[in-house]
């Protein structure tokens, strides 16, 4: 996998974290371009998505408990909240019946006094950026810190 020269001790930091904290790296190349999921051994679950596309490298990130580190969360640049912002809403949450009742629901939470109801597919998807990287490591880091001991 190649990854920009400018991000490469970013990336490579973040797969040693998630490496070693249970982490297995799938990668693959899609039709949209090379894809790296990142997915916890014991809880099986994916926590990180790499995304290689021609406007960058970005970063999707499964918060299934950001609504849990909301002081983190009102941290978050500009920039990444305007990305959580153009997330798709998630019709589960909203209407569960506008939604197939396999799709997972979406993640309900706060960020300052806006309330955000969106899929997660899409919902942190961030782009890799020497401004977004340190919120990317700590978002992962707290995601990772409550998955393994909440």
């Known amino acids: 996998m190649v990854v920009d020269e400018n991000y490469q001790p970013f990336i490579q930091e973040l797969h040693d974290y998630l490496t070693d ?33 021609k406007a960058g490298l970005l970063i999707r990130i499964y918060g299934e408990n950001a609504h849990k580190y909301l002081d983190f969360m009102n941290t978050l640049p500009e920039e990444m909240v305007q990305s959580i912002e153009g997330a798709t809403v998630c019709k589960r949450l909203i209407n569960p019946d506008d939604c197939s009742p396999t799709c997972p629901k979406g993640y309900d939470f706060t960020i300052g006094n806006k309330r955000f109801q969106i899929c997660r597919y ?29």
């Not at 297995?24 to 596309?53: D, P, T």
């Not at 782009?127 to 995601?143: A, D, Q």
């Open 21 to 53: 904290n249970s982490c297995k790296v799938k990668i693959e190349e899609k039709k949209s371009g090379l894809f790296a999921s990142y997915k916890h051994v014991k809880l099986k679950k994916s926590i990180v998505n790499l995304l290689f596309r």
């Open 122 to 150: 899409g919902a942190f998807e961030f782009l890799v950026t020497p401004e977004n990287n340190p919120y990317i490591r700590s978002f992962v880091k707290n995601e990772i810190k409550e998955r393994t001991t909440g």
